[in-house]
């Protein structure tokens, strides 16, 4: 089965975004980007279900249950790099769609629908959320416009006969779906611990193949629904203040009338 | 101008993250109806209809509800958002989950994690897990959002709406529920406590987590959180997870033991009102936020708040 696997490349989670004084965005240049985080995991899924997990024993993924995994990104030139990640970490050929501005998710998920269409893959999976706008929308809305089912926040994914049951991390805490395929997963934290790439896997990667296409290839109106009417820093807490001692600590609970 | 809140619970209850979602609607202006789409979920339409100022509750009931699956919750409310102006749900698992897709359907571009609207259609959301507010205004005929429901005071309760009941879709469908695994708490809710207590890496296995934190927990009647590290490590189960992947909290006393204060973190705790770091690295960034830092291993420190406690009569 063919697995798509959507990668955005983000301000490394490791750095704390700069607010531009004039508020009218946050500044990026000469900042660290890498992978979203949840993307790799999406990554890491898909490949081990390609591969298998020979270091797993007893592990529910089946080496060939995925043939084929196609990497899509959708942002600026630069997102070659992280296609490149995703490639060196063991997918196959990737899609570039190139778009200079931030587009909205479900410009994306626009975008998404067309390149599904043109690759009929039998599973499309997401990161839950991309840690700079933090929406948490593309997947369920990508779900929405094929009318495919979705089971979002995956902790676990097991594929059999053209089915996938997902565990989900829900509020409560977990529930699993049985979905039929083609479906939409998208991934939380515990579903996997993405890989590093391998030195020659690096290497391989830089000939595998990127197809460039612009959101116009996919007949996708990208405008912005949403004005930014500003960006600003968030109130900045007043903290830092310590205690000795326990008393001292029950003492100043007490007094802040929060015990 | 009239308003669609989906109400979050649970088909015995309705969870007071309705409460706050519909203050958030009341600040939009115009008319709020609750939705109540579940099964056997009575007692939920019953709650909604007691919420101040709710016009209408709309009471689907339905074995395909049971859950609130993402596909049959997006049959059921698409199409009802024809009477409205605007759709919020509350930015929990199963809000986040029903929202795009409903918000895809209608071709409107949600908004996320809203934490403070200014109008019918201009709404303020952090993004970079919490280091920036974005305010932005929507050019979409229709709203969609997701709502912080700890941004928000709960509406009072008092009303005495009229409940209609509406049919509940039946599919097919293609996904089903298979089954589930719940945490059972005797605890209050994690994000709607007024106390929390949370626990870090530090804690080094999941018997001392429990030992550690339930009896604290216990004392001051908290809810238990923790931070990603003492889940991946198994310490705590998911969904004790507070962060910007997580859940985000902002109770009146939130105690971080041994936790470091990693950015992510902070974006799911950092309105609390009252913020505890115990931690023995007097340079980890907890204490930069903390109101009451103590600088110490938590294996004598938690036993002695305990006592101190005791000692105060809490
Ligand atoms: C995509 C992504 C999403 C994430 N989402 C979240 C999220 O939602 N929530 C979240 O919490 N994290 C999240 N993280 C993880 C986050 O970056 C940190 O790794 C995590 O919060 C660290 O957890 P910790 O503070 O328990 O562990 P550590 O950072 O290891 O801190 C442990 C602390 O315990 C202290 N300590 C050790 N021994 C003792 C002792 N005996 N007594 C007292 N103190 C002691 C140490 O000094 C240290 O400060 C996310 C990361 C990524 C990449």
Request: hydrophobic share 45%; glycine share 8%; charged share 25%.
């Given at each position: ?16 975004v ?21 993307d ?6 898909a ?43 063991g ?9 200079d ?21 039998q ?9 700079d ?64 790439a391998?030195?020659p ?22 405008a912005p ?20 001692t ?14 | 101008?009239?308003?669609?809140v ?5 088909n ?24 109540v789409a ?9 709650a ?8 209408k ?42 929202a ?14 809203v ?44 009303g ?6 509406i ?15 719940i ?75 041994g ?11 950092k ?8 931690n ?5 960034p ?29």
């Open positions: 089965m063919k697995v798509l696997v959507p990668v955005k490349r983000v301000l490394d989670y490791n750095l704390k700069r607010v531009k004084p004039d508020g009218s965005g946050v500044d990026l240049s000469n900042l660290k980007m890498s992978m979203n985080p949840f790799e995991i999406a990554v890491e899924e490949v081990r279900h390609k591969e298998g997990a020979p270091n797993l024993p007893n592990s529910h993924y089946k080496a060939g249950a995925v043939t084929e995994i196609v990497a899509v990104s959708i942002g600026p030139e630069q997102a070659q790099e992280t296609i490149r990640t995703a490639l060196a970490m997918a196959d050929r990737g899609v570039l769609v190139k778009a501005a931030d587009l909205e998710p479900l410009a994306v998920a626009k975008i998404l629908k067309g390149i599904v269409e043109a690759e009929q893959p599973l499309v999976i997401l990161g839950k959320q991309a840690i706008d933090d929406s948490n929308q593309t997947g369920q809305m990508l779900a929405a416009l094929l009318d495919w089912p979705q089971a979002t926040f995956a902790s676990k994914l097991e594929l059999t006969n053209g089915r996938a049951s997902v565990t989900r991390e829900v509020d409560g805490g977990l529930q699993t779906l049985a979905v039929e395929l083609p479906a939409i997963v998208t991934t939380d934290l515990r579903l996997n611990e993405p890989r590093y391998s030195l896997n690096i290497m391989k990667a830089k000939k595998k193949p990127i197809d460039m296409k612009t959101p116009a290839d996919y007949g996708v109106d990208a629904r949403l004005a930014v009417v500003k960006v600003a820093e968030p109130p900045k807490r007043q903290g830092g203040a310590k205690v000795k326990v008393d001292e600590l029950v003492a100043g609970l007490k007094a802040a009338g929060v015990i | 101008m009239a308003v669609l989906v109400a979050e619970h649970d015995a209850s309705l969870k007071d993250a309705t409460h706050k979602v519909v203050s958030a609607a009341q600040k939009m202006g115009g008319d709020v109806d609750v939705l579940g099964h056997n979920a009575g007692a939920a339409a019953q909604a209809a007691k919420i101040a100022g709710v016009r509750v709309l009471h689907a009931d339905g074995a395909s509800l049971d859950h609130q699956i993402a596909e049959p919750m997006q049959a059921l409310i698409a199409p009802l958002t024809a009477g409205y102006d605007a759709v919020l749900f509350a930015a929990t698992t199963t809000g986040k989950n029903v795009p897709r409903v918000a895809a359907k209608l071709d409107v571009m949600q908004i996320s994690g934490t403070g609207i200014e109008g019918a259609d201009t709404f303020v959301r952090p993004i970079y897990a919490g280091n920036a507010m974005l305010t932005v205004k929507s050019r979409d005929p229709k709203k969609v959002l997701t709502v912080q429901p700890t941004a928000f005071a709960a509406a009072g309760e008092g005495s709406a009229s409940i209609e009941t049919p509940a879709p039946d599919g097919p469908f293609k996904s089903a529920f298979e089954r589930e695994e945490v059972k708490l005797d605890r209050p809710e994690l994000t709607g406590a007024k106390r929390v207590v949370s626990g870090g890496r530090a804690l080094g296995s999941a018997e001392e987590f429990h030992r550690v934190l339930e009896p604290l927990a216990d004392k001051l009647g908290a809810a238990i959180g923790a931070s990603r590290a003492a889940v991946d490590a198994g310490y705590a189960p998911n969904d004790y997870q507070v962060g910007q992947t997580g859940k985000v909290v902002a109770p009146e006393l939130y105690v971080a033991i936790i470091s204060g990693a950015i992510q973190h902070l974006a799911g705790m309105d609390s009102k009252v913020i505890v770091a115990i023995k690295d007097e340079e980890a907890i204490f930069q936020i903390a109101d009451f830092g103590l600088v110490a291993d938590y294996k004598t420190a938690v036993p002695e708040l305990l006592a101190a406690l005791e000692k105060a009569g809490v």
